[in-house]
């Protein structure tokens, strides 16, 4: 099928660390000037939507608010739809983006990567909000994730204790799940199988997009591993060295 837009995913295909992956810029411009609406697909909610825009910025990259798709704004659009208030399990810096949808008797708790302010205090309190009825919303699932001094606890063990606690499930507004996908999508206008989701990590962006419907490509840069084209067999998944790559195909060029 045609693709009519793209989800791109940001570190392992702009950029690693504060390096600029070769290359991509110029995809980028390229994917720009055929003037496909793109999302840009962060599961980051350590930090609000404006840092991770400075970042791309300090790299070069231009990124409009309304393009950088992110599990808060997942968040507060299922929030709106639904008519629901939250509260919060998530990092201070993190609760502006979330003005106006906060209330005391909540029936929803919003969790998010709280980081170091993961407290037992915190975390109980949140337990104790599940336990009196209020549904469990993830901003994401990951294990862990690499800093520059060593691996690092990510979101997902936080929600799971609270899951294994209460006894829930939690709805996850994040990558891999489907339902984050089919936001992002529905932001652009268009159907899951028109738009292509182009990321590094296997499981997260090409095979979550893929259960979603979407089209996928996993590119051989960031954190891609050469045995996790294995994964991809049996799906219409493709392969592309880089974003370079990828928009060479788009384009047919
Ligand atoms: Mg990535």
Redesign the pocket.
């Known amino acids: 099928m045609k693709i009519r837009g793209v989800l791109l995913?940001?570190?392992?295909?702009l950029y690693m660390a504060d390096q600029v992956i070769p290359g991509s810029p110029e995809a980028l411009a390229r994917l720009r000037a055929a003037g496909l609406p793109l999302r840009f697909l962060s599961n980051m909610t350590r930090y609000p939507a404006e840092h991770v825009r400075r970042h791309l910025a300090e790299l070069g990259y231009e990124i409009a608010a309304a393009e950088l798709f992110t599990p808060p704004r997942a968040v507060r659009g299922w929030l709106e739809a639904e008519n629901r208030r939250c509260s919060l399990l998530v990092h201070p810096r993190l609760e502006p983006e979330f003005s106006g949808l906060v209330a005391d008797e909540a029936d929803v708790l919003v969790v998010g990567d709280a980081a170091e302010t993961f407290t037992y205090a915190r975390l109980n309190a949140a337990f104790r909000r599940l336990m009196q009825g209020a549904e469990l919303v993830a901003m994401g699932d990951n294990r862990y994730f690499r800093e520059p001094e060593g691996l690092s606890l990510d979101i997902g063990p936080f929600v799971h204790a609270l899951e294994y606690a209460s006894g829930q499930t939690a709805r996850v507004l994040g990558k891999p799940a489907a339902d984050f996908f089919h936001l992002a999508v529905a932001d652009m206008g268009l159907e899951p199988g028109e738009v292509l989701m182009v990321?590094?990590?296997v499981e997260s962006?090409v095979l979550g997009a893929v259960r979603a419907g979407l089209q996928g490509t996993l590119v051989r840069t960031?954190?891609y591993r050469p045995s996790d084209e294995d994964r991809l067999a049996g799906t219409d998944a493709w392969v592309a060295d880089d974003l370079a790559a990828v928009v060479d195909r788009l384009l047919q060029k």
């Not at 995913?9 to 295909?13: E, F, K, N």
Request: glycine share 28%; no cysteine.
């Open positions: 995913d940001l570190s392992g295909v990321g590094d990590d962006d960031g954190k």
